[in-house]
Every structure is written in structure tokens, then in C-alpha cells.
T-cell receptor, first 109, second 116 residues
Framework: GQNIDQPTEMTATEGAIVQINCTYQ??????LFWYQQHAGEAPTFLSY??LDGLEEKGRFSSFLSRSKGYSYLLLKELQMKDSASYLC??????????WGAGTKLIIKP | GAVVSQHPSWVICKSGTSVKIECRSL??????MFWYRQFPKQSLMLMAT?????????EQGVEKDKFLINHASLTLSTLTVTSAHPEDSSFYIC????????????FGPGTRLTVL
């Protein structure tokens, strides 16, 4: 079966760095997405990785290792507004997104 | 670019009534639209995938006669929840692809449905 695993909840301090991990087992691979979702709102796109390595975009970076079925989202200089759920999603061989359950990130002052 | 709208943003209805939710891609032509539902503190659950002019493909366990999807044009898809019941209360989100090479899904703001 297809499976996406990510921690349920994480807590970090304002100004610090946090890494959210995602491991996956899917039928084929056509890229991995990270989305941010604030409570009561729809997800917003953060990053896309299809090749191994690190993609940096401002305070957010995303890493992919296809051989390990592993990705992480790195958030630097955390701000209170970063408190949200972070969803990992993998596009399988049918170009369908398989979603993780999301990681709720709590930022403390 | 890549803006997707949904209407209404929220709706409260009585049990037994039908509710229609519209999803529009405002500045691009969406080759494919997706409908998701999300219960509190849970992840997105794909309900169906629709391509313009063809029948929607429903995920296992989703009743196609209850959740009617129409994708009449490249910019509009509708989801109709027929004979809604309290257990249908959820957050319904649509997304659309067609702009990015890597099939990025652009999400609408979601519709919160409450069935009394």
C-alpha cells in the first residue's frame, strides 16, 4: 500500500530552527510537495522536490532523498505566524497526490 | 497567477437538502480539478478527480450519487452534496492543475459545510 509518515505534532521556539521529516512508500514517484495549512484554511504551496537534494526558498528549505524515501522541511528564524500544519504529499505514478496526515507545528515565544 | 476560488465559503443547511459548491480557476485553464474533504484535525481526503467534459473519477468509498461532480468548462467544477446529513458536515476543498509543468495543485479557500 501507499503510505506517508510524518510526526503528528512538534513544538519549537520563536527564532529557532525546526525540521519536519516525511518518509514515504508509494507506487511510483513524480515529486514531493510540502504545503502549509493554517487552521480553517486551505493548504498553500511551499515547495516541490523531484530530484535529490536541497531546495531553498527564503526561510524555508526542503530536502529529498529518493533512494531513502525521505524528505524534510526546514524552517529557519521561526515566527509566530509559522504555527500551522505542514502537509507532505507525494505524487505517485498516476500523478495522484498521496497525502500525509500533517504535522502540527506549535511556536512558543 | 494561479488563483482558485470557491463559493460559498461556508454554508449551513437543514438535513435532507442539497448543497452546491462551485470551484473556479480565475486566471488559468484547469485541465483537472480535484475535490477533497477534511475533517477536524485530519488530513485531506481525496473524494474525486474530474477532467473537463468527462465523468469524474471517484475514490473508493465515495458515493458518486451523493456527491455529484460536474466539470462543465476548463474553469468551473461544481460539487453537489445531495440529501445532506449531519455526517456530511466537513471542510470541502477543491484544487486545480494546469499551470505548472509538475502538476502543482492550486487550492481554493475551502467551503465549510454544516448540516443541522
Amino acid at each position: 500500500g501507499q503510505n506517508i509518515d510524518q510526526p503528528t505534532e512538534m513544538t519549537a521556539t520563536e527564532g529557532a530552527i525546526v525540521q519536519i521529516n516525511c518518509t514515504y512508500q508509494t507506487s511510483g514517484f513524480n515529486g514531493l510537495f510540502w504545503y502549509q495549512q493554517h487552521a480553517g484554511e486551505a493548504p498553500t504551496f511551499l515547495s516541490y522536490n523531484v530530484l535529490d537534494g536541497l531546495e531553498e526558498k527564503g526561510r524555508f528549505s526542503s530536502f529529498l532523498s529518493r533512494s531513502k524515501g525521505y524528505s524534510y522541511l526546514l524552517l529557519k528564524e521561526l515566527q509566530m505566524k509559522d504555527s500551522a500544519s505542514y502537509l507532505c504529499a507525494v505524487m505517485d505514478s498516476n500523478y495522484q497526490l498521496i497525502w500525509g496526515a500533517g504535522t502540527k507545528l506549535i511556536i512558543k515565544p | 497567477g494561479a488563483v482558485v476560488s470557491q463559493h460559498p465559503s461556508w454554508v449551513i443547511c437543514k438535513s435532507g437538502t442539497s448543497v452546491k459548491i462551485e470551484c473556479r480557476s480565475l486566471d488559468f485553464q484547469a485541465t483537472t480539478m480535484f475535490w477533497y474533504r477534511q475533517f477536524p484535525k485530519q488530513s485531506l481526503m481525496l473524494m474525486a478527480t474530474s477532467n473537463e467534459g468527462s465523468k469524474a473519477t471517484y475514490e473508493q468509498g465515495v458515493e458518486k450519487d451523493k456527491f455529484l461532480i460536474n466539470h462543465a468548462s476548463l474553469t468551473l467544477s461544481t460539487l453537489t452534496v445531495t440529501s445532506a446529513h449531519p455526517e456530511d458536515s466537513s471542510f470541502y476543498i477543491c484544487s486545480a492543475t494546469g499551470l505548472a509543468d509538475y502538476n502543482e495543485q492550486f487550492f481554493g479557500p475551502g467551503t465549510r459545510l454544516t448540516v443541522l
